[in-house]
């Protein structure tokens, strides 16, 4: 419940186009914006008192991530195969995955062999 509240949080700061972000801390949510600092998409973050602070990065005054689109959301889980993810990757979609690597990206995903449930489409 907090992971996807944090997501939703995060969600509403991109389309408002705020560049400072608090969110509460949780193990996955925390994962998930260390996945986007790895990325680049994240400036630089840091935990205080079960938050988490977060500076988006902007290239010439803009933030460089545009949209986090969510698939799974309690109830409807979208997951998605192997041979599903290397279709999609000649589409040139970019994807962040839940399996039992953790959360991690399409490209990892594809680099094990590994299909997951999608948390989110980066554009």
Do not use: W
């Not at 389309?15 to 998930?32: A, D, E």
């Not at 500076?55 to 949209?67: A, P, R, T």
């Not at 991690?104 to 995903?109: D, E, K, L, V």
């Amino acid at each position: 419940m907090l992971f996807r509240s944090s997501l939703g949080i995060l969600n509403q700061a991109i389309k408002k186009k705020y560049v400072f972000i608090t969110i509460p801390y949780s193990n996955k949510g925390f994962k998930l914006i260390k996945l986007l600092y790895q990325l680049g998409y994240i400036n630089t973050y840091n935990t205080v008192n079960q938050q988490i602070n977060i500076y988006l990065k902007l290239f010439k005054n803009e933030i460089i991530l545009n949209k986090l689109y969510f698939y799974s959301r309690p109830g409807h889980i979208k997951s998605i195969s192997y041979k599903q993810l290397i279709d999609l990757k000649k589409k040139n979609k970019f994807y962040i995955l839940f399996n039992n690597l953790g959360i991690c990206t399409s490209s990892t995903a594809l680099l094990y062999k590994k299909g997951g449930i999608i948390i989110a489409e980066i554009t």
